[in-house]
């Protein structure tokens, strides 16, 4: 038995009401061009937006003009989506508050998540749409992920209830110090002063 290896997400298909609401929402408030349409090809009476999020996967939306929006809060059971975040910059996350609060979009504050800050927001379905930015760069040659999963261990390993900015800080010291090879015998911490 082989597994069916994964290579990042594709796209993510969403069903829409109208074509100008998925529009306004998805390219008027977070940015994502709309980068193609056509019917469907499943449901004729349906058009199939496309949006690119900003790192060349796609979000596509089924709209039908028949449809109208319903803002109450999505199904959160079990097999549901209870969320998608997308990654904006630091600096787009500094505003963020005063974005959503100049569109009267209600909204959570910014939240601490320790290795990155969150806000969450519904979109005008009723869909949680979280906008997140990390606390941290990897260093080169490495992914957010392999810090965090590096974070983790030593997270765990200290007994600590979740992740925190110290972790990360270790984390990457760790990654650098396996990925860079040094001239040096020893690679412990020193006080030159």
């Given amino acids: 038995m082989r597994k069916l290896q994964s ?54 939306i089924f709209t039908d003009e028949n449809r109208r929006p319903d803002p109450n809060r999505t199904p959160t059971d079990i097999g549901c989506v209870h969320h998608i975040a997308f990654a904006v910059s630091r600096a787009t996350f500094q505003q963020a508050v005063e ?17 990155m800050d969150s806000i969450y927001f519904e979109d005008p379905l009723g869909l949680l749409i979280e906008l997140a930015s990390y606390r ?39 990654l650098v110090q396996r990925a860079r090879p040094t001239l040096s015998a020893d690679r412990a911490p020193k006080n030159p002063y």
């Fill in 7 to 60: 290579q990042g997400v594709h796209h993510i298909t969403l069903v829409g009401a109208d074509r100008q609401t998925s529009i306004d929402f998805w390219e008027g408030v977070l940015g994502m061009p709309f980068i193609f349409e056509q019917p469907n090809l499943d449901r004729a009476s349906e058009s199939h937006l496309y949006f690119d999020p900003g790192d060349g996967r796609l979000i596509t």
């Fill in 99 to 115: 974005r959503l609060n100049e569109r009267e979009i209600r909204h959570s504050g910014v939240k601490d998540r320790g290795f």
């Fill in 136 to 174: 941290f760069e990897p260093p080169a040659g490495h992914t957010h992920a392999e810090v965090l999963m590096e974070a983790h261990k030593i997270r765990v390993a200290r007994g600590d209830y979740a992740i925190a900015e110290v972790h990360l800080a270790d984390a990457i010291e760790a």
